[in-house]
Antibody
Framework: EVQLVESGGGLVQPGGSLRLSCAAS????????MNWVRQAPGKGLEWVSY????????YYADSVKGRFTISRDNAKNSLYLQMNSLRAEDTAVYYC???????????WGQGTLVTVSS | SYELTQPLSVSVALGQTARITCGGN??????VHWYQQKPGQAPVLVIY???NRPSGIPERFSGSNSGNTATLTISRAQAGDEADYYC????????FGGGTKLTVL
């Protein structure tokens, strides 16, 4: 069974940093591209970042470029999102999602809540 | 940047057919995916590549895509179909529509 479990969320002050993790199991992690997607309270889905299966290709949404860094450790079956210079508008539930056909995301984690507030 | 436009809300009578649209410039040339999200839950892929259903998704869910509009159709709507629905494409970046709240009356 495919499982994605996010962790690392919490309360952080504006300007602070946080590192999210996504532990993958039930599939060959190293063969799949991955995305981070977030959802602010009461709002819609917003794509954050993409990483290829090898980690050689990475994309970011303009809203996080230069502040967030996506990475993966295929030996540990884990995906990461390093978030720096956090702002109030980064407050959201952050999901990791496995990419399937044509960038469709066929498996999602349960999400981890990040709250940026003083 | 590419934009996807969805109606904020759609209502459907129990047992009838709901259609949720997703508008975008020449969206018919792109692969459109649809997600269902119920309150407090992660999104679930219900249609990929315009009209394909993942395993476990009922045949009542179907999709089409042509011109400037993609459509998610839910036949014989059930109370359990009440949810937010999002369309998504890849256009150099990953883009979501704003989401549509489906109400089953």
């Amino acid at each position: 069974e495919v499982q994605l479990v996010e962790s690392g969320g919490g309360l952080v002050q504006p300007g602070g940093s946080l590192r999210l993790s996504c532990a993958a199991s039930g599939f060959t992690f190293s063969s799949y591209e991955m995305n981070w997607v977030r959802q602010a309270p009461g709002k819609g889905l917003e794509w954050v970042s993409y990483i290829s299966s090898s980690g050689s290709t990475i994309y970011y949404a303009d809203s996080v470029k230069g502040r967030f860094t996506i990475s993966r450790d295929n030996a540990k079956n884990s995906l990461y999102l390093q978030m720096n210079s956090l702002r109030a508008e980064d407050t959201a539930v952050y999901y990791c999602a496995r990419v399937g056909v044509e960038m469709a995301m066929n498996y999602w984690g349960q999400g981890t809540l990040v709250t940026v507030s003083s | 940047s590419y934009e996807l436009t969805q109606p904020l809300s759609v209502s459907v009578a129990l047992g009838q057919t709901a259609r949720i649209t997703c508008g975008g410039n020449n969206i018919g040339s792109k692969n459109v995916h649809w997600y269902q999200q119920k309150p407090g839950q992660a999104p679930v892929l219900v249609i990929y590549r315009d009209s394909n259903r993942p395993s476990g998704i009922p045949e009542r869910f179907s999709g089409s895509n042509s011109g400037n509009t993609a459509t998610l159709t839910i036949s014989r709507a059930q109370a359990g179909d009440e949810a937010d629905y999002y369309c998504q494409v890849w256009d150099s970046t990953l883009v979501f529509g704003g989401g549509t709240k489906l109400t089953v009356l």
